[in-house]
């Protein structure tokens, strides 16, 4: 192994580097927010006394969880914009994948945390004459996402992780741009390796607070 | 209004079914070399010895906490440069996902083997068992019946992961869907079909996995997840 | 004040798939009555009281309100209870759960004015005012602030008590109040609970306080297999029972002294 690191050659390129990061953050926000509410509506459909609503969460739930996240991106933007009538960025359909993907994940999530809320608490609710709406939104939901916190953090991490399947319908994020750089330089190990570290340095201290979080969850609410 | 025309799809099945053997072998290549490396992996991070357990856990949480993709480019483009070997698709996805799967293993061994009561160590000792000899008898026969659910989810997760072999030019059953849809120019129809293959393969699992997890409960036994 | 009883209750039934648990009830309950119901565990007493403010939908009979038959009939079925319906009695309809329910998330002076805010949509200012006036009632005006996790099981139902108050209910339900409690704290929700008779409020209660139920009730039901066995006046129920299951009943709780 005599191979010598040049890690300034991957420093040249900083500024392709930041397009990058700015461009992972960006699908990032955009499918941490739509992935996480959608996910939320469809779990309360699929928690819903009325099977209109329950029956097609259900399929929606097993579809997406069923399916490669890549497949989702390809189909939407390779298939999807001949049966739309416009065109599809590679921002949009890599946010398109991957927020359905983990709204299916974060609703079984939401089903589950609803699920694990003691009926006492419906219980006392409807005794004071709440609403089933009212008592979903006061008293279910605030205890059900303190103890979803953990879970909710692990979904928030592999949307981060997803975000590199949008390099693959060239979309200008981290690793995206590491392979240009590697490409223009011959450099591949320091450009792969450079992003590899900024992932794990961005992911690892939350991972680390989810442990931690967990951890106090265990010793009591 | 698109006129649909799976016919293409059709006569060019064979290569779908090529892809998915290809999506097949890839992942039972993985299984293969990623379960017991998960469990050694799991083992060290339990280890008392500092030196095993530290090593174990830091590839542990690396190989969870990034991207899987930047691991395989990692491997296709950077190893061949560090040392000599000639890579190949194949190459590069069988180590990736030998490694990545076998970290996210680990955790699943760890979490089954901490879950077996206290009591059950004690009393091997009591009867003179050493460590190893506890774990291979009396711990690890436990949980591991525990983590066949969480065993098969990883699995599953593990085949949806392994499309990302077709971004270094693997033939599974993506990158074949990919090559066909430019070939014919009918992308709807092969991508549609494709994603329904995965869902029917994957979704048969998924129930599989459902009805052992329903007879483990009957049988009093709890899972770990 | 009219004859017109608060509640009345006729051929009420319940059942569980097969398991019929209330095979058909009759109770009147008027103003100012203390009504312990006593029975063996299966007996159908919670599940009676349950039905009263709906938290198990009666599967037959019908309860009348203040002069208001609740839900609507249907030729051969079940009533209907539609759910803006049962909010609005569950309001007059106060209830006390044996496990007390607490919102966790809210502070106590959060979990009584809940009701007041989001169901009777009062002002924050109104609703405070009202529920420390409830807390200060059952002795727990200093610990309006605090989580029920910092409480005690006593005070936790002092609380609930406090919660149900608020809302001005015409009658409270008691569901076993102090059988979650360790013994040294019965006393306390006990006290409450007397003191609310004594001041002449309308309530049902599901008991094994024998003794308790002697001093306090003015009218005590015996309930056995989904069916009033013997009702009565204490002296006359728990002294002199007709019933021979009513019998065998006290026969078991002997401990108690009147």
């Known amino acids: 192994m005599d191979y010598t690191w040049d890690f300034g050659s991957v420093f040249m390129y900083r500024e392709a580097l930041y397009t990058g990061l700015v461009g992972t953050l960006r699908i990032f926000v955009i499918c941490l927010i739509s992935g996480l509410s959608l996910g939320l509506a469809v779990g309360l459909a699929r928690y819903s ?4 609503l329950r029956w097609p969460a259900a399929a929606f739930i097993e579809f997406f969880r069923n399916t490669p996240v890549l497949v989702q991106i390809f189909w939407f933007y390779f298939a ?27 609703a079984e999530i939401f089903r589950g945390g609803i699920q694990s809320i003691d009926p006492g608490q419906w219980e006392a609710g409807r005794a004071i004459g709440m609403r089933h709406r009212d008592i979903m939104r006061r008293i279910v939901l605030p205890q059900a996402i303190r103890r979803m916190l953990p879970a909710l953090t692990n979904r928030g991490i592999e949307i981060f992780k997803m975000t590199t399947l949008a390099s693959a319908i060239a979309y200008a994020e981290l690793l995206h741009q590491a392979r240009l750089i590697a490409s223009i330089n011959y450099n591949p190990i320091e450009a792969y390796t450079v992003v590899a570290l900024a992932f794990f340095a961005i992911l690892y201290p939350i991972v680390r607070a989810t442990y931690a979080l967990e951890r106090r969850m265990a010793r009591g609410d | 209004m698109y006129q649909w025309d799976f016919t293409v799809v059709i006569q060019n099945s064979g290569l779908l079914w090529q892809g998915l053997l290809g999506t097949l072998s890839i992942t039972g290549t993985a299984l293969t070399f990623g379960l017991p490396l998960g469990l050694i992996l799991a083992l060290s991070r339990l280890s008392p010895r500092r030196w095993l357990a530290w090593p174990a856990g830091f590839v542990i949480e690396f190989f969870r906490t990034t991207p899987p993709l930047v691991q395989l480019f990692w491997f296709f483009f950077a190893l061949p440069i560090l040392i000599d070997i000639r890579m190949t698709p194949y190459l590069a996805a069988a180590i990736t996902f030998s490694i990545q799967s076998s970290a996210f293993f680990a955790e699943v061994f760890r979490a089954g083997i901490v879950s077996v009561e206290r009591g059950q160590w004690e009393a091997a000792r009591a009867i003179g068992m050493q460590r190893p000899q506890a774990m291979r008898r009396i711990i690890l026969p436990q949980a591991v019946k525990r983590m066949i659910p969480a065993f098969t989810e990883r699995a599953i997760e593990l085949m949806k992961t392994t499309t990302l072999v077709a971004t270094v030019s693997y033939g599974d059953l993506l990158y074949e869907a990919n090559e066909l849809a430019q070939k014919t120019f009918r992308p709807i129809e092969v991508f549609t079909v494709t994603a329904l293959i995965y869902f029917v393969f994957i979704f048969g699992v998924s ?6 997890e329903r007879r483990l409960a009957v049988s009093g036994d709890s899972t770990v997840r | 004040m009219s004859d017109e009883p608060i509640l009345r209750i006729r051929g009420l039934a319940k059942s569980f798939g097969d398991n019929r648990v209330l095979r058909g009830m009759d109770l009147d309950v008027k103003q100012g009555d203390c009504i312990a119901i006593l029975g063996a565990s299966g007996s159908g007493k919670s599940t009676f009281l349950r039905c009263l403010n709906f938290m198990e939908i009666p599967t037959g009979g019908e309860v009348t309100h203040a002069g208001k038959t609740i839900g609507t009939a249907r030729p051969g079925k079940p009533r209907l209870y539609p759910e803006s319906e049962l909010t609005r009695v569950r309001q007059k309809v106060g209830m006390v759960f044996q496990q007390f329910n607490l919102f966790p998330h809210m502070t106590v002076l959060g979990n009584v004015t809940e009701g007041l805010r989001i169901v009777q949509r009062m002002d924050r200012a109104a609703a405070d005012t009202r529920a420390r006036a409830e807390l200060d009632r059952v002795g727990l005006a200093e610990k309006a602030d605090e989580y029920p996790s910092r409480l005690s099981g006593g005070q936790k139902q002092r609380v ?6 608020a809302l001005a209910p015409d009658l409270m339900l008691f569901d076993e109040p102090t059988s979650a409690l360790d013994p040294e704290l019965v006393g306390e929700v006990l006290t409450v609970i007397r003191g609310l008779a004594e001041e002449g409020r309308t309530m ?55």
């Not at chain 2, 129930?207 to 052992?212: D, G, K, R, S, T």
């Open chain 3, 204 to 258: 049902l209660l599901v008991t094994h306080e024998v003794g308790f139920a002697y001093h306090v009730a003015n009218r005590v039901i015996f309930m056995a297999d989904g069916l009033i066995q013997e009702e009565g006046p204490p002296e006359l129920v728990l002294k002199s029972p007709q019933n021979p299951r009513t019998q065998a009943f006290l026969a078991r709780h002997k401990q108690f002294e009147f």
């Open chain 1, 80 to 106: 999807f914009p001949i049966l739309a009538p416009f065109d599809i960025a590679p921002l949009t359909a890599a946010a398109l994948g991957i927020t359905l993907n983990s709204a299916a994940f974060s």
């Open chain 3, 160 to 165: 609930a008590i406090a919660r149900a108050l």
């Open chain 2, 207 to 212: 129930l599989c996995v459902q009805a052992v």
């Open chain 1, 49 to 52: 006394v009325r099977r209109a």
